[in-house]
């Protein structure tokens, strides 16, 4: 055991995303050459090592310590290896973290205890973590996900899902996971989480599994909760899942799977949950590099739990199958004021993407998105209202979610194909949609590449490229310059 008293300085070699960011994205010059650099370094790097253990070292220092002092965050704190923990990569470690975790369970009066993961490769089950906890990765340290099934835990399925998401009945649990706790905190020095996940995409590719697959870290019911300074990677489903919490932060994360065939691997899927910070991350997966959700159709409407007070900044993301930040689909205990602002997406197929559909109920309003950069994005900004995916039979059709009180302030990027396509209903219109301050270069010379369908809102001051005939345009000043008298009119095209 650690006794050593004071907190040591946490200094760590990554990127500090918040000092280059703002002027980041303020030169759009400076944005394209630093992202034809960063894009090609990184699929060099991709290529060399797709599923290598140490993370994607273009996005942190590299030292050349032999290891850094392990920072004090707990008055007490423990090695793994006190508990019989072996780093080789092919002993089984789920007992020492069982057994440190039961340790630091005792310690709450005091202030919890902290355990220190050396470097290694920590071959593991699932296992829990315990409230006051500290789990601290050093460099060089890899949580190893072990790969056969039977080792990983069924739990009933989610409350507002009602299902398990991909079969009905039990689901996985987590590699890293825990319940009803509060102040939890999973940092180090860039070390990693790895959960192996090639072989669980390949047996639900094959149709192998009976049970949906479970998440690399969830945190379910908790508060008061930090995730910073590691790298999270090949996870067998979602990556990082916060289910209804509060009070979270998740700062200078990378998260990385490959981008294609890793299916349903996202990064961060905020589910339910309320005060909540993500920012200063790397993001490239199989789908969704951020989706906020919360409860699917009457299971989520009966929950009842929405997402909301979430910021989202300074973050650089890939998604190639899915979209950089997502709202939805799974949206009907509704979210309400988020905002996503300093956010570069590359490389992808979609930008930002709010997704619903008819059975869904519940709502996505007060939304700001500002300071949004396109770079080779096939659709940058979509509102898709016909995501028609459903636990069961038992959904109302007519349970229409509303969309409302959306602002798009300061998009710019180049190559992109479709820059906007909203696609409202009858039942589900978009309302109050303010765009202002775009100006994005397009790879396709067409009429129609802003798409509206059933939507309501206003451009403010000029913008590249021209709006659709459904918006109201205001001046600079915000005066009325011409009122639309065509918000149902649809120009969807979805051949371009």
Avoid at 116 to 134: D, E, I, K, R, Y
Avoid at 286 to 305: E, L, M, N, P, T
Wanted: charged fraction near 20%; glycine fraction near 10%; proline fraction near 6%.
């Amino acid at each position: 055991m650690v006794e050593t008293l004071g907190l040591a300085r946490f200094n760590h070699h990554r990127l500090d995303f918040r000092r280059w960011m703002p002027a980041f994205v303020s030169s759009h010059k400076t944005l394209l050459s630093v992202v034809w650099i960063a894009a090609f370094a990184s699929v060099f790097l991709w290529q060399r090592s797709s599923v290598g253990a140490g993370g994607f070292s273009i996005f942190r220092w590299q030292s050349s310590e032999a290891g850094r002092p392990v920072p004090r965050l707990r008055p007490v704190a423990f090695n793994l290896t006190d508990f019989g923990g072996v780093g080789d990569g092919v002993a089984v470690n789920t007992e020492a973290f069982e057994r440190a975790v039961s340790a630091i369970s005792k310690l709450g009066k005091r202030g919890g205890g902290q355990l220190n993961v050396p470097p290694g490769q920590w071959l593991t089950a699932p296992f829990n973590l315990t409230s006051h906890m500290t789990l601290f990765l050093a460099e060089g340290a890899v949580i190893l996900g072990i790969e056969d099934q039977k080792y990983w835990p069924l739990m009933p399925p989610l409350p507002s899902y009602g299902y398990g998401r991909e079969h009905p009945g039990p689901r996985y649990g987590s590699l890293i996971h825990g319940q009803n706790l509060r102040d939890i905190v999973i940092t180090g020095h860039n070390g990693t989480i790895n959960g192996q996940g090639q072989s669980w995409w390949k047996k639900y590719r094959q149709k192998l599994l009976n049970h949906t697959r479970g998440p690399l870290v969830q945190i379910m019911w908790s508060s008061d909760i930090v995730i910073s300074n590691i790298t999270l990677r090949d996870s067998p489903f979602w990556t990082l899942h916060p289910y209804d919490c509060k009070n979270v932060t998740i700062k200078n994360v990378t998260i990385l799977a490959p981008i294609f065939e890793a299916p349903n691997t996202d990064g961060i899927d905020p589910d339910s949950c309320e005060d909540m910070v993500i920012e200063d991350c790397y993001i490239s997966v199989g789908d969704d590099a951020v989706a906020i959700k919360s409860g699917w159709d009457q299971y989520g409407i009966a929950y009842g739990r929405p997402s909301t007070n979430i910021l989202i900044r300074n973050l650089v993301v890939r998604s190639m199958v899915s979209a950089g930040v997502s709202i939805g689909s799974e949206m009907s205990g509704g979210v309400s004021n988020v905002t996503v602002e300093n956010l570069l997406v590359w490389d992808s197929r979609r930008a930002v993407r709010i997704k619903t559909a008819p059975g869904r109920g519940g709502y996505v309003r007060d939304i700001t998105y500002r300071n949004i950069t396109f770079e080779n994005v096939r659709v940058g900004i979509v509102i898709k209202t016909d995501y028609n995916e459903h636990p069961d039979e038992g959904y109302d059709p007519k349970a229409f979610p509303t969309l409302q009180h959306i602002s798009f302030i300061g998009v710019h990027g180049q190559g992109v194909r479709v820059p906007v396509r909203i696609h409202g209903s009858e039942e589900i219109p978009v309302r109050n949609v303010t765009f202002r301050d775009m100006s994005v270069g397009l790879t396709y010379k067409k009429k129609h590449i802003f798409q509206c369908a059933f939507v309501q809102g206003r451009v403010v001051g000029t913008i590249f490229p021209a709006p659709c005939e459904n918006l109201d345009l205001y001046d600079e000043q915000e005066k009325l310059v011409k009122h639309s008298a065509s918000q149902n009119i649809t120009d969807i095209d979805y051949d371009i």
